[in-house]
């Protein structure tokens, strides 16, 4: 519950300090920490065994939420990249730019992935993989996601528009929820599959 309440008071932090519609710039934190703090991140936590808010239901219900949140997560993002496409002369000219566009993309590519899982039956006659290691290929890459999200998220907290804006405890307090969060995703995913990769012990003679 306490990541559920950090990713919350976070990405409400930045959209009160962003206030949108002040500025065409002010949509693009307003969209990419809703895209990535809240519904990517629960989009994980669907599956969590001890933070999860939908633990009741049944898997297959899981997976249709996780879908959908993730689906509206890089919808959000793109979103929140063409805005700041539009409204900047320099694109893409810092690290947090460049990563960011990477992350994107890179999110974008996973919802795919995650809809060759969800529709198995269609995306076997293309995909040489079986559903087992297709679920945990998109898992581990889900990590690999999240760690650009937490890095993106990161690196803004650098940038000129924050420092201008978020100083002293508020900026520490930004930087360890972005932190906890990314924690989180990675222990979770981590800890369901980190077993799978453990070498069997050698038979005895």
Known sequence: MVAHVAALLFCAFIIYVAVPGSS???????????????MMFEAVLVFSRHSSLVEGLSH??????HWSLASLSAILAVGGLAVKENNQKQHFATWHGLIGLVTVGYSC????????VKYYNLSSRFIKMRLVDLKMTHAVSGVAAFTLVTATLMLALYSNWVSERIKGFAWYACAMAVSWVGMVVMNQVTEKYASRFRRKPAARR
């Open 109 to 116: 590519m996973q919802l795919m992935g995650g809809a060759s």
């Open 60 to 65: 297959s219900v899981k997976v249709t939420i």
């Open 24 to 38: 065409l710039f002010s949509w693009h934190p307003t969209l990419m920490v809703l895209a990535y703090a809240l």
